[in-house]
Structures are given as structure tokens and as C-alpha cells.
């Protein structure tokens, strides 16, 4: 009994800690009572295909302590490859926004409780949405539970491939930033040639304060049509996660 417990807790730990930054499950609104229940049934049924290293029922305290705190950085390093997606697209729309002239304007995401952009908290919440209706989350639970294949309780090792690849997913969520935030980058940058241009022709207008209106006009109506654009790219990146998910885990795990 006390070996099923030890199982059940280590499991849970390490499901604890990488639902405090998965996306939704990190929110500010989601009930901590909530969360724990969902770690603690993930936790349940995981439990039935893991073994326990040999020497943790011995009761050494120190080493019992040492192997909790390594499922806390597995669980928020698995968690962590999971969260990029949501600051790719935060980061995008802080560039819309710049460019639309809507930096001072903020909302507060569902779930949130700091503002951003209200371009990143239109293309948060449409993430959340493809998340879910791609069916992206039960292929992440079920890495999570295959992921003890590879990476055993009290296993892991950290290595230059491992950091390899986490650079490489860093590097990778600004290159998916840019390619949502592209067309509105470009034509704010054509709209501000057409502004340089019309400036020395009419010397009298000042466009400087005409040009907030231009671009916050036809800014917007390109967000809109770019969305299923936005939307292509953040799938393609959602259908990425879980070969994402593994191949962190199989490094960690040391293998290849």
C-alpha cells in the first residue's frame, strides 16, 4: 500500500507541476482545488504503468525530497514546451499592436489577471479554441502518460542535445510570431512610405496625426482578413507540440 501511494504521489507531482503552466489549466480563474483534482485523476490512471526506483521505499528522506523536486522540474519543463505556444501568439499580437497604433489599449484575457494587447488576447483565445478542436490536449495526456517509458521516475539526465532542442523551440515561437504578425508589418510599413510620400507633397497637412487614423483603419480590416491566415500558422505550430512533447521527454530521458 505504501509503494501505491509513493507511485500515485510521484506521478502526481510531477502532473501538479505541469498543469500549473499549461494553458488553460494555469489560468487565474481556474479553482486550484480544480486543478489538483485533474492532476490527482491524471495521476490515477497513469499510475498502473509506473515502477519506482529500487531504493525509494528504503526511507531516506533527503532522497525521497530530491526525487519530488526533479518530478517538479520535469513536470514544469514538459508544461513549459506547451506554454510557448500561447507566447508566440501573445507576442505576435504585441507587434499588431504596434503597429496598429494600439499599444496603450489593453484588455484582460479570460482567465488572466494582467492586460495585454487586444490583438494578443484575440489570438489567445483563438488558440484555446484550435487547442481544443484539433483534440491537441488528449495527445498531450497521452505523452504524458507514455512519457514514463522514456523517462522513468527518478531518470533524466540533462544533456547538450536536450539544450539544443529547448533553444530551438525558444528560436521557433518568434519565427511563428513573425509569421502571423507579417502582413500587418508590411503594410504599416507602406502606409508610413505613402505618409513620408504625402507629407512632402502637401506640406500643410500634418500627417503625423493623420496617419493613427489611416493605419488604425486599414489595420484592422487586414487583422480580419488575416485571421484564417493567423489561424493556418497556429495549427500547423498546435500539430507540432505533440512530436514536440516527446522528443523533450526522450531527451531527458537520454535518449535520441
Known amino acids: 500500500m505504501e509503494v501505491l501511494f509513493l507511485t500515485w504521489f510521484l506521478v502526481f507531482v510531477r502532473a501538479g507541476a505541469m498543469l500549473a503552466v499549461f494553458p488553460i489549466f494555469s489560468a487565474a480563474a481556474m479553482p486550484i482545488r480544480l486543478r489538483l483534482a485533474v492532476a490527482g485523476f491524471l495521476a490515477l490512471l497513469t499510475m498502473p504503468g ?16 530530491g526525487l519530488v523536486a526533479q518530478e517538479v522540474c520535469y513536470g514544469l519543463l514538459l508544461g513549459g514546451v506547451v506554454r510557448l505556444v500561447l507566447f508566440s501568439v501573445g507576442l505576435a499580437g504585441h507587434y499588431i499592436g504596434t503597429e496598429l ?14 492586460p495585454s494587447s487586444t490583438p494578443s488576447v484575440i489570438l489567445q483565445m483563438m488558440t484555446v479554441m484550435l487547442l481544443f478542436s484539433l483534440d491537441i490536449h488528449f495527445e498531450l495526456l497521452m505523452g504524458f502518460q507514455q ?3 522514456a523517462l522513468p521516475i527518478g531518470g533524466g539526465t540533462l544533456s547538450n542535445a536536450l539544450f539544443d532542442h529547448v533553444t530551438m523551440l525558444c528560436g521557433r515561437t518568434f519565427v511563428v510570431a513573425v509569421r502571423i504578425a507579417a502582413p500587418i508589418i508590411a503594410v504599416g510599413i507602406v502606409i508610413n512610405l505613402l505618409m513620408m510620400v504625402l507629407a ?22 487586414l487583422f480580419g482578413f488575416t485571421m484564417s491566415l493567423a489561424a493556418r500558422e497556429i495549427s500547423n505550430y498546435l500539430r507540432q507540440l505533440p512530436n514536440d ?10 535518449g535520441a
Not at 496603450?104 to 484575457?109: D, H, K, V
Not at 516527446?246 to 537520454?254: A, E, I, P, Q, R
Open 101 to 114: 497604433g494600439l499599444q496603450l489599449s489593453s484588455l484582460i484575457a479570460p482567465g488572466e489577471t494582467t
Open 50 to 65: 509506473v515502477a519506482l526506483p529500487p531504493d525509494v521505499s528504503s526511507g531516506d528522506m533527503i532522497g525521497t525530497v
Open 200 to 221: 512632402r507633397a502637401v506640406p500643410t497637412m500634418n500627417v503625423f496625426v493623420e496617419s493613427f487614423s489611416v493605419r488604425i483603419l486599414v489595420g484592422v480590416f
Open 147 to 149: 512519457s514514463y517509458g
Open 245 to 254: 512533447f516527446v522528443m523533450v521527454t526522450k531527451l531527458l530521458g537520454g
